[in-house]
């Protein structure tokens, strides 16, 4: 069995095996250029596979919320999070800033 780049991440939050990712999103945030956070990928199928995979490369944190991950697909790239997702959003704004994630802020997401 291939060496699994997960089992060499200590996150509680998200245990999903890369084989088994089917959908993916990933957002960005700058407190000090954006108001609301934005989109700035989506998809599903290998190409989310491969999101899950360069953030992982990257070390940008991954937050897993199957629900939020649908309601993101529905939207348009590089929209802005609507006002009925911020509280969802938030959730992982806060989880990101808890591990530390102002790592994050290279502009590339969580």
Do not use: C, W
Request: aromatic content about 10%; cysteine-free; charged content about 25%.
């Amino acid at each position: 069995m291939p060496d699994n780049p997960l089992s060499k991440k200590k996150n509680p939050v998200y245990q999903t095996p890369i084989d088994q990712i089917s959908r993916a999103v990933a957002l960005r945030f700058d407190e000090e250029t954006d108001t609301v956070p934005r989109i700035i990928a989506q998809a599903k199928g290998e190409i989310a596979k491969r999101i899950v995979e360069l953030a992982l490369e990257y070390d940008i944190p991954i937050y897993s919320d199957s629900g939020l991950v649908e309601q993101l697909l529905e939207l348009d790239y590089y929209s802005e999070i609507p006002p009925h997702l911020y509280k969802a959003v938030a959730q992982v704004i806060v989880y990101v800033y808890q591990l530390g994630g102002q790592k994050a802020k290279n502009g590339t997401g969580f």
